[in-house]
C-alpha cells in the first residue's frame, strides 16, 4: 500500500480536497486503483450536525455516514464509493480509545495521546486504505489522504505525530508528503510573496514531516524565481515545486499537475509500476474541459435557499446542475437567492435588497428549491414557487423544496389557506378528515 497525505498552510480553505481528488484522478488514470480518507481534527463524531455555515454541505454517503463534502469530491472525481469510516474525525478516534479503556483493552495503563490516540490513529488509517472502493471487490494500491484544517492548528497535533510516526512504520518508499500553501500576490506591487510558505514548511518540518512536493496555490502561474526561492528555502528540488494556479474550472485541476511531472516523480518516489504515456482517461478530462470553456449558450437558474452567502452549503446541487449544464452544451449562471428576501418582511425594512431578489428570480430560466430545516425563509421559497407555476417556468424541489411546492399548490390551488407541510401530509393520508379531525395519532 502506498499513502499519499496532502496536508495543508497558511489558510485554510485552499483546495486541499480539490488536489487531493485531482492526485488520485491522475493515479487512476494510470491503472492503479485508488482510494481516499479525509481527516477532519474537530470533536464533532461527524458532520450530521453542523450547520451549512459552517463547513459547508453535508455529504451523505451510500451508506447513510453524514461526512465533509469533500468526500463528495473524492466520489465525483475518481468514480467511487467510500463509506463513514473514510472520514476520520478526532471524536470518532477519542470516542473508539475511550470505549476501549472502559472495556479494560489496556490493562490499567495511564491512557495518553502519545501512543495510545496516535495509535488509533494509524491503525485506522491502515485499516480502511485495505477496504475496497470500487465494484470489483479488490483491494486499493494507493491511499490519498487529506488532512483537513491548516499545520500548526492545536487540534490537529495528535495527527501531524501520528504520520510522524507512520512515515517510518510503513517506510519512506511507501509514504509521501504534500504540503498546499498559498502564495499570495498583492495587488499594489503585484509581486507574488513566498513568506508565507516558507513559515509553513519550516513549521511542518519543525514537527516531523518533511513535504516530498509543495504545490503553490496562486492566482497566477508562478515565475520561475519564485519557484527557485521556494526550493532554496524549503528543502525541495525546483521540480518539487508544483503551480496550482487559478483555471477555468476544477476538471483542469488534474490536467495542470500532469503536465509538471507529477506522475514521473511518484512513480519514482513510491515505485509505482506505471507509465508516464498519455492516457486515455485523462484525455475524456481534457476533451470535456476544453468543451467547458467553448459553450456558448447559457443557462440561469435561481437557486432559493436559505444558506446562500456560502456557496458551498449546497455544493453537491451546484456540481449537478454544472454536470447538466455541460451535457446540453450550456454554461451555467446561477443565482443565489437568500429566500428571506421575497418576503414582505423585507420589503418593509429593506426595500432595495427585496425588489434585487425579484429581480433576479425573474430575470432566470428556471428554480431550484433546495432543502432546508426550520420556519425562517419558507414563506419566500413558496413564493418563489407559486411564480414558478404561474409564470410556468422550469421548477425543481429537492427535499424540503418538493415539500414546499405540495404546500404551495394546496393554499393557491385548492384554496387550504395558510396550510403547512404537516397539515397537507395529514389530508393526504385522511381525504376525509378536517382542520379539528386531523389527529398526529391517526398519522
Same mark, same amino acid.
Given at each position: 500500500?502506498?499513502?499519499?497525505?496532502?496536508?495543508?498552510?497558511?489558510i485554510?480553505?485552499?483546495?486541499?480536497g480539490i488536489?487531493?481528488?485531482?492526485i488520485?484522478t491522475?493515479?487512476?488514470?494510470c491503472?492503479?486503483?485508488?482510494?481516499a480518507?479525509?481527516?477532519?481534527?474537530?470533536?464533532?463524531?461527524?458532520?450530521g450536525?453542523?450547520?451549512?455555515?459552517?463547513?459547508?454541505e453535508?455529504?451523505?454517503?451510500?451508506?447513510?455516514?453524514?461526512?465533509?463534502?469533500?468526500?463528495?469530491?473524492?466520489?465525483?472525481?475518481?468514480?467511487?464509493?467510500?463509506?463513514?469510516?473514510?472520514?476520520?474525525?478526532?471524536?470518532?478516534?477519542?470516542q473508539?480509545?475511550?470505549?476501549?479503556?472502559?472495556?479494560?483493552?489496556?490493562?490499567?495503563?495511564?491512557?495518553?495521546?502519545?501512543p495510545?490516540?496516535?495509535?488509533?490513529?494509524?491503525?485506522?488509517?491502515?485499516?480502511?486504505?485495505?477496504?475496497?472502493?470500487?465494484?470489483?471487490?479488490?483491494?486499493?494500491?494507493?491511499?490519498v489522504?487529506?488532512?483537513g484544517? &491548516?499545520?500548526?492548528?492545536?487540534?490537529?497535533?495528535?495527527?501531524?505525530?501520528?504520520?510522524?510516526?507512520?512515515?517510518?512504520?510503513? !517506510?519512506?518508499e511507501n509514504?509521501?508528503?504534500?504540503?498546499?500553501?498559498?502564495?499570495?500576490?498583492?495587488?499594489?506591487?503585484?509581486?507574488?510573496?513566498?513568506?508565507?510558505?516558507?513559515n509553513?514548511?519550516?513549521?511542518?518540518?519543525?514537527?516531523?514531516?518533511?513535504?516530498?512536493?509543495?504545490?503553490?496555490?496562486?492566482?497566477t502561474?508562478?515565475?520561475?524565481?519564485?519557484?527557485?526561492?521556494?526550493?532554496?528555502?524549503?528543502?525541495?528540488?525546483?521540480?518539487?515545486?508544483?503551480?496550482?494556479?487559478?483555471v477555468s474550472?476544477?476538471y483542469?485541476?488534474?490536467?495542470?499537475?500532469?503536465?509538471?511531472?507529477?506522475?514521473?516523480?511518484?512513480? &519514482?518516489?513510491?515505485?509505482?509500476?506505471?507509465?508516464?504515456?498519455?492516457?486515455k482517461?485523462?484525455?475524456?478530462?481534457?476533451?470535456?474541459s476544453?468543451?467547458?470553456d467553448?459553450?456558448?449558450?447559457?443557462?440561469?437558474?435561481?437557486l432559493?435557499g436559505k444558506?446562500?452567502?456560502?456557496?458551498?452549503?449546497?455544493?453537491?446541487?451546484?456540481?449537478?446542475?454544472?454536470?447538466?449544464?455541460?451535457?446540453?452544451?450550456?454554461?451555467l449562471?446561477?443565482?443565489?437567492i437568500?429566500?428571506?428576501?421575497?418576503?414582505?418582511?423585507?420589503?418593509?425594512?429593506?426595500?432595495? !435588497?427585496y425588489?434585487?431578489a425579484?429581480?433576479?428570480?425573474?430575470?432566470?430560466?428556471?428554480?431550484?428549491?433546495?432543502?432546508?430545516?426550520?420556519?425562517?425563509?419558507?414563506?419566500?421559497?413558496?413564493h418563489a414557487?407559486?411564480?414558478?407555476?404561474?409564470k410556468?417556468k422550469?421548477?425543481l424541489?429537492?427535499?424540503?423544496?418538493?415539500?414546499?411546492?405540495?404546500?404551495e399548490?394546496a393554499r393557491?390551488?385548492?384554496?387550504w389557506?395558510?396550510?403547512?407541510s404537516h397539515?397537507?401530509?395529514?389530508?393526504?393520508c385522511?381525504?376525509?378528515?378536517?382542520?379539528?379531525?386531523?389527529?398526529?395519532?391517526?398519522a
Amino acid at each position: 500500500m502506498k499513502y499519499i497525505l496532502v496536508t495543508g498552510g497558511v489558510i485554510s480553505g485552499i483546495g486541499k480536497g480539490i488536489i487531493a481528488s485531482s492526485i488520485g484522478t491522475i493515479l487512476k488514470s494510470c491503472g492503479l486503483r485508488v482510494t481516499a480518507i479525509k481527516i477532519d481534527p474537530y470533536i464533532n463524531i461527524d458532520a450530521g450536525t453542523f450547520s451549512p455555515y459552517e463547513h459547508g454541505e453535508v455529504f451523505v454517503l451510500d451508506d447513510g455516514g453524514e461526512v465533509d463534502l469533500d468526500l463528495g469530491n473524492y466520489e465525483r472525481f475518481l468514480d467511487i464509493r467510500l463509506t463513514r469510516d473514510n472520514n476520520l474525525t478526532t471524536g470518532k478516534i477519542y470516542q473508539s480509545v475511550i470505549n476501549k479503556e472502559r472495556k479494560g483493552d489496556y490493562l490499567g495503563k495511564t491512557v495518553q495521546v502519545v501512543p495510545h490516540i496516535t495509535d488509533a490513529i494509524q491503525e485506522w488509517v491502515m485499516r480502511q486504505a485495505k477496504v475496497s472502493v470500487d465494484e470489483d471487490g479488490v483491494e486499493p494500491q494507493v491511499c490519498v489522504i487529506e488532512l483537513g484544517g &491548516t499545520v500548526g492548528d492545536i487540534e490537529s497535533m495528535p495527527f501531524i505525530e501520528a504520520f510522524r510516526q507512520f512515515q517510518f512504520k510503513v !517506510k519512506r518508499e511507501n509514504f509521501c508528503n504534500i504540503h498546499v500553501s498559498l502564495v499570495p500576490q498583492p495587488s499594489t506591487t503585484g509581486e507574488q510573496k513566498t513568506k508565507p510558505t516558507q513559515n509553513s514548511v519550516r513549521e511542518l518540518r519543525g514537527l516531523g514531516l518533511s513535504p516530498d512536493l509543495i504545490m503553490c496555490r496562486c492566482s497566477t502561474p508562478l515565475e520561475t524565481a519564485v519557484k527557485e526561492k521556494i526550493s532554496m528555502f524549503c528543502h525541495v528540488e525546483p521540480t518539487q515545486v508544483i503551480c496550482v494556479h487559478d483555471v477555468s474550472s476544477i476538471y483542469r485541476v488534474p490536467l495542470l499537475l500532469e503536465s509538471q511531472g507529477v506522475v514521473g516523480y511518484f512513480c &519514482t518516489r513510491l515505485d509505482l509500476p506505471v507509465e508516464t504515456r498519455a492516457r486515455k482517461m485523462l484525455t475524456k478530462w481534457k476533451e470535456m474541459s476544453d468543451r467547458s470553456d467553448r459553450l456558448l449558450e447559457h443557462v440561469s437558474i435561481a437557486l432559493v435557499g436559505k444558506y446562500t452567502k456560502l456557496s458551498d452549503s449546497y455544493a453537491s446541487v451546484i456540481k449537478a446542475l454544472e454536470h447538466s449544464a455541460l451535457a446540453i452544451n450550456h454554461k451555467l449562471e446561477v443565482k443565489y437567492i437568500d429566500s428571506a428576501d421575497l418576503e414582505a418582511a423585507t420589503l418593509q425594512e429593506e426595500p432595495v !435588497k427585496y425588489h434585487d431578489a425579484w429581480h433576479k428570480l425573474c430575470g432566470a430560466d428556471g428554480v431550484l428549491v433546495p432543502g432546508g430545516f426550520g420556519v425562517r425563509g419558507t414563506e419566500g421559497k413558496i413564493h418563489a414557487i407559486r411564480w414558478a407555476r404561474e409564470k410556468k417556468k422550469p421548477f425543481l424541489g429537492v427535499c424540503l423544496g418538493m415539500q414546499l411546492a405540495v404546500c404551495e399548490f394546496a393554499r393557491n390551488v385548492l384554496g387550504w389557506a395558510g396550510e403547512t407541510s404537516h397539515f397537507v401530509i395529514l389530508h393526504a393520508c385522511h381525504p376525509g378528515a378536517g382542520r379539528g379531525e386531523a389527529c398526529l395519532d391517526d398519522a
